[in-house]
Every structure is written in C-alpha cells, then in structure tokens.
C-alpha cells in the first residue's frame, strides 16, 4: 500500500532544508535539493516503521491491526 506525504522544501544559503508535514520530527538538510528528496523519503520511512514498532510493542499481545482511511 503506497501513501502520499507532502515535503516542504526550501533553498537557504548552501542547503536545502525540508519537512514532511504530516509526521512531526522528519526533517533533513542536504546540499542539494535531489539528495534532500532522497534523504526525507529513506528518513520518513525510517520514522514510519519505528512508529509501527513502537505502536505493536505498546500493545502487547493479543491485538488487531486494522487499516483506516482519511
């Protein structure tokens, strides 16, 4: 299942700097704005299923994961 995120990017000085907006504390800075692409997707995936780890250990055993759609 693929899912869409939306990146804020900028040019400041000699970096380029971004957010993922959906998932607070993805963000990155690279020096150009092709390796700073790069760099938020591996982070924001990275991010993704640290959460998901971190969310099926909180629940222990015996839980159900179910997918919701906004």
């Not at 998932?23 to 990275?46: D, F, I, S, Y």
Request: glycine share 8%.
């Amino acid at each position: 299942m693929s899912q869409t995120y939306t990146a804020v990017i900028k040019h400041d000085g000699p970096w380029w700097i971004g957010w993922i907006e959906e998932v607070p504390g993805v963000n990155c800075q690279e020096q150009t704005r092709e390796e700073l692409v790069e760099t938020l997707k591996v982070t924001l995936a990275e991010m993704l299923e640290m959460n998901r780890e971190d969310a099926r250990k909180a629940a222990g055993k015996g839980y159900e994961e179910l997918p919701i759609a906004v």
